[in-house]
């Protein structure tokens, strides 16, 4: 069956950073794209980043260029969103997001304090 389990979210302060991490399981992980997406209350959801299936194309959303970082790791089955100088609009809660498969992760929130 297969997963995808993020993890790293929590309350950081502004200007502060975070790193999550997105475990999966259960598929050929290093054969799809991965992209990160956020859903603050209201809003829809937004794509955050996406890398491609062995990290050679990376892309960061405008509202967050210059403060991503995404990465992977194929032999952990692991994909990472390190966000830096947060700001209280990126409150929301983070995804993951199998892009060649079509699976979902639970998400984790991540909140900014201002």
């Known amino acids: 069956q297969a997963q995808l389990v993020e993890s790293g979210g929590g309350l950081v302060q502004f200007g502060g950073s975070l790193r999550l991490s997105c475990a999966a399981s259960g598929f050929t992980f290093s054969s799809s794209a991965m992209s990160w997406y956020r859903q603050a209350p209201g809003k829809e959801r937004e794509l955050v980043a996406h890398i491609s299936t062995a990290g050679g194309s990376i892309y960061c959303g405008d509202s967050v260029k210059g403060r991503c970082v995404i990465s992977r790791d194929n032999a952990k089955n692991t994909v990472y969103l390190q966000m830096n100088s947060l700001k209280p609009e990126d409150t929301a809660v983070y995804y993951c997001?199998?892009?060649?498969?079509?699976?979902w992760g639970q998400g984790t929130q991540v909140t900014v304090s201002s």
């Open positions: 997001h199998a892009v060649g498969y079509g699976y």
